[in-house]
Nanobody
């Protein structure tokens, strides 16, 4: 079993910044792609950003140029630096990780979510 523990959410004013962290632990061989998704009330969960073990990142269109994803492969931790936050960024942010739990099996795990609220 793989556990993902997120931290860093909270309340921030529009235009401000926050940094989210997500640490993976448990039984796995390696963590492959890690990422962040978010879900606002009444909306579907959407991609925020993902990053490969080599550092190749992809971003959702709404956060490009404002958010930066990074990771520490030694600590099995992924970060999301969020800048120039807008009210529409308010959501519960979920960490996801593709973990190789055996030589032939990869599974996707999710964190419990951390809430980000941006006040205008």
């Amino acid at each position: 079993q793989v556990q993902l523990v997120e931290s860093g959410g909270g309340l921030v004013q529009a235009g401000g910044s926050l940094r989210l962290s997500c640490a993976a632990s448990g039984g796995f061989l390696i963590i492959n792609r890690m990422g962040w998704y978010r879900q606002a009330p009444g909306r579907q969960r959407e991609l925020v950003a993902t990053i490969s073990t080599g550092g190749s990142a992809t971003y959702g269109d709404s956060v490009k140029g404002r958010f930066t994803i990074s990771r520490d492969n030694v600590k099995n931790t992924v970060y999301l630096q969020m800048s120039d936050l807008k009210s529409e960024d308010s959501a519960v942010y979920y960490c996801a990780a593709d973990a190789a739990v055996s030589l032939f099996k990869e599974q996707t795990y999710w964190g419990q979510g951390t809430r980000v609220t941006v006040s205008s």
